[in-house]
């Protein structure tokens, strides 16, 4: 503990700024209040995310799994990558089924990018045994990382890009269209892009994988408030807050949201900032698209790729498609 009986800042000053700034612009204003999905993922959060993965009800995980153990040779014959670059590692026990499939035919290396270093412990830990395979841990945002990775692929080799597990649904839509593009801007004609994606089905379906029996959903999504309390020394009551999940059939998003019980006011001691939120205005923290297979394709082509393959789940409709740059 620091003198003032707070935890220490965190050592890398970017994450601590970056997580003040986006703070003091979703809850300092006077619109609607808002987190940038990311700050979910501190060292609970994961966990707590880990812990989702395995939920009878959040299909999304296991799907992504089914595809990859059906159709993991497939998609490496397509690929031929001698560098993958996974952004958002998680505890990359899924990548493993692919990297496997891609060591059989020729060595591999694999750059995982991910903000939570206990996710890269994760990545470490999962792919210490893989013979052949030469492991870098990249701890940054994805840009910033993917550029790092690129920096050292020197001139020979074809690098995919791995965005799995529907990452890509934590974007709004005009985000997700110019982060493919910066990707794309970012690779070299013949490397590739895999992206998973959690497609479209019944609301009962998503709302009971995004407001489970249990309350992991929950618990992962009040984490915030509670890690804002830790690293920002905020004064946040999670109890008086409740997890809600919604979702819009016309915009095919799950939202979910933090409702405050009560008017109160929160104070943020290393920021300086107080906030007041009405009683059941709600601070929204992750929004996930549900994709259609023909608008990933069209946001991809429209970032420059060519479609090169898809795979799908059917059990609970996931899409795993391959673009070529
Ligand atoms: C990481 N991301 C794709 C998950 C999703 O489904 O949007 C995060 C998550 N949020 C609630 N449950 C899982």
């Known amino acids: 503990?620091?003198?003032?009986?707070?935890?220490?800042?965190?050592?890398?000053?970017?994450?601590?700024?970056?997580?003040?700034?986006?703070?003091?612009?979703?809850?300092?204003?006077?619109?609607?209040?808002s987190?940038?999905?990311?700050?979910?993922?501190?060292?609970?959060?994961?966990?707590?995310?880990?812990?989702?993965?395995?939920?009878?009800?959040?299909?999304?995980?296991?799907?992504?799994?089914?595809?990859?153990?059906?159709?993991?040779?497939?998609i490496a014959a397509c690929c031929q990558a001698d560098t993958v670059i996974e952004l958002g590692s998680g505890s990359a026990t899924k990548t493993r089924l692919l990297l496997e499939a891609s060591?059989?035919?020729?060595?591999?290396?694999?750059?995982a990018v991910d903000v939570s270093p206990s996710a890269l412990e994760g990545t470490r830990a999962t792919l210490r045994d893989l013979d052949g395979l030469a492991v870098t841990l990249v701890e940054a945002d994805y840009l910033s990382g993917l550029e790092r990775a690129l920096q050292a692929r020197g001139n020979a080799g074809r690098v995919l890009v791995l965005f799995l597990g529907s990452s890509l649904g934590n974007y709004a839509a005009g985000e997700a269209s110019r982060?493919?593009?910066?990707?794309?801007?970012?690779?070299?004609?013949?490397?590739?892009?895999?992206?998973?994606?959690?497609?479209?089905?019944?609301?009962?379906?998503?709302?009971?994988?995004?407001?489970?029996?249990?309350?992991?959903?929950?618990a992962f999504n009040l984490n915030l408030l509670a890690r804002m309390n830790r690293e920002l020394g905020?004064?946040?009551?999670?109890?008086?807050?409740?997890?809600?999940?919604?979702?819009?059939?016309?915009?095919?998003d799950v939202e979910m949201h933090l409702r405050s019980l009560r008017a109160q006011q929160v104070h943020f001691a290393r920021l300086g900032l107080s906030v007041v939120l009405r009683a059941g205005e709600t601070i929204h923290t992750e929004s996930s698209h549900k994709y259609r297979?023909?608008?990933?394709?069209?946001?991809a082509a429209g970032a420059g790729f060519r479609p090169a393959g898809h795979w799908r789940d059917d059990a609970w409709p996931f899409l795993e498609a391959l673009y070529t740059a």
């Open 293 to 299: 297979t023909e608008e990933l394709d069209a946001l």
């Open 234 to 252: 905020a004064d946040f009551d999670p109890s008086s807050f409740r997890h809600v999940a919604r979702f819009d059939p016309r915009t095919r």
């Open 1 to 33: 503990m620091s003198a003032c009986g707070l935890a220490p800042l965190p050592a890398d000053g970017t994450a601590f700024e970056r997580f003040a700034a986006d703070v003091r612009a979703g809850l300092g204003g006077p619109g609607r209040k």
């Open 103 to 111: 060591l059989r035919r020729h060595p591999v290396s694999y750059v």
């Open 179 to 218: 982060w493919l593009g910066a990707i794309r801007r970012s690779l070299r004609s013949g490397d590739g892009l895999l992206v998973g994606v959690d497609l479209d089905k019944p609301a009962r379906r998503l709302l009971s994988a995004y407001a489970d029996p249990l309350g992991v959903t929950a």
């Open 35 to 74: 987190l940038p999905p990311m700050h979910l993922y501190d060292a609970l959060g994961s966990a707590l995310f880990e812990a989702i993965t395995r939920l009878p009800e959040y299909g999304v995980w296991r799907a992504e799994r089914r595809v990859l153990e059906r159709h993991a040779n497939d």
